[in-house]
């Protein structure tokens, strides 16, 4: 929990009391269900949730915004994301049931109301619109933009992002990378916003890892 607390000030009492819950729930959860590298797990604080919490450094979620996490996994960045964003609404998806299923204990033990999780493919969620896609090193850039594509609305809701001190944001997919992202991004036929998120927390472990944002 220290390490959140030397980069965000600002939690109410009862995201302290979400976040702090994290680490007995994961390990517990991490002994029945390997979600989290059992080398990582000590560190879950930094190398998971601060981690995750990176975009929040970065966009400020509005109200209302809709947001969906591709291939969630064990619920990063989601979780700590809708600690984090209250008033916003997130959509985990992962094609592998046994995950959410420790997301969704996560998720009702810490009382988060604005979280909802679906065992499909990215590809099979055809009713919903969002805002923002997020996913962490889960495919290539290319890949994953054409999984997200057909999912990010069109025109900016009323409730769209600000980039802080960089003025408004399109919707658009949000990822978090790490080493050399030349090629990748080469192949993707993209062309990304991209922060180091070492600038952000100054900590060897996001040295050579990376905010990506492709807006629509």
Known sequence: MDVLQRYFDDFTPVQLEQFKALEGLYKDWNEKINVISRKDIDGLYEKHVLHSLSIAAVFNFQPGTQVVDLGAGGGFPGVPLAIFFPGVTFL?????????????????????????????RIEDVKDKKFDFVVSRAVAPLK????????????DPAKHTTRLIEKGDHAPGLICLKGGDLTEEIFESGTRPHIMAINDLFPEPFFEEKYLVYVPK
């Open 92 to 120: 985990l998806v992962d094609s592998i049931g046994k995950k959410l299923k420790v997301v969704d204990a996560v998720s009702e033990a810490i009382g988060l109301k604005n979280l909802q999780t679906r065992h499909c």
């Open 143 to 154: 890949d994953l933009w054409q999984w997200s594509k057909p999912l990010i609305r069109k």
